[in-house]
């Protein structure tokens, strides 16, 4: 295969996603139950709200431990039930950063392109859980090249969809995907829940971009339609060729 490599990265911002205002409810609601959790045990061994704290596993009052599940009985006892709602409205937002980097290689004479690296960062605040928020960026640079690669969603002269099927429609197989390199930059946003920001489809955005921005710097040729088929690929450099000729 004659290789031209090819490098570019692209960067975008997204607007928080519904995971932020999700995930700010659960927090208010959080909040709001830990509140009623103090009181409840406050009344329950005769202290005030205020020397009581809560724990993983019980509320500790003057010196006196109570489980959460003594206290989830008691209520029930009482005929009281410990929950609480908590509300967020998505107002105001925060922004998540996303950049992509694709290493390239093409071969000219066929058009078909090879991913030799891929390297993702993001900006998602103060991640909470690395191992489900990596698994999110991995699934939507998985998810984007698709779009990128194969996916194509045809019409036919009576503008219906002739790919509505699978058999029809391309995706990417397991082997189609390359191993993406996911790096965070820890931050502390100050909107959203624990300093969090919202990764959810942001991870998409880039991928396009740079993966175009790659095959330019491969093939000097600017592809500004997707997807980026080998057959796509082959007939731009083929006419770029005649184009020299000429």
């Known amino acids: 295969m004659a290789r031209w490599p090819g490098t570019r990265a692209a960067r975008t911002a997204a607007n928080g996603s519904p995971y932020a205002p999700a995930g700010k409810a659960v927090m208010k609601a959080a909040d709001a139950l830990a509140v009623q ?19 993983a596993e019980a509320v500790v009052c003057a010196g006196h431990e109570v489980s959460l599940k003594k206290l989830f ?14 509300h967020w409205g998505g107002s105001p937002r925060s922004v998540a950063f996303n950049a992509q980097w694709f290493r390239l290689a093409v071969d000219p004479g066929t058009g078909e392109i090879r991913i030799l690296r891929s390297v993702h960062a993001a900006d998602a605040g103060k991640v909470m859980n690395p191992t489900q928020c990596r698994g999110q960026v991995e699934g939507g640079v998985a998810q984007a090249l698709g779009a990128t690669l194969f996916e194509n969603v045809r019409l036919d002269e009576r503008g219906e969809v002739t790919t509505a099927a699978l058999r029809r429609y391309r995706l990417p197989q397991f082997a189609d995907v390359p191993r993406t390199e996911v790096h ?8 959203g829940p624990l300093g969090a920001k919202s990764m959810s489809e942001s991870p998409f955005n880039p991928v396009a971009p740079a993966f175009a ?28 060729g005649r184009s020299r000729e000429r």
Do not use: K
């Open 73 to 86: 009985q008691a209520a029930r006892a009482a005929g009281r039930e410990l929950s609480a709602d908590g």
């Open 213 to 240: 921005n790659a095959l330019r710097d491969a093939t000097g040729i600017r592809f500004t339609e997707l997807p980026l088929t080998r057959d796509r690929v082959w007939l731009a450099l083929h006419e770029a």
């Open 184 to 191: 965070f930059m820890e931050t502390s946003d100050a909107i």
């Open 37 to 55: 959790l103090r009181e409840f045990a406050a009344r329950y061994v005769g202290a005030a709200p205020g020397e009581c704290r809560l724990t």
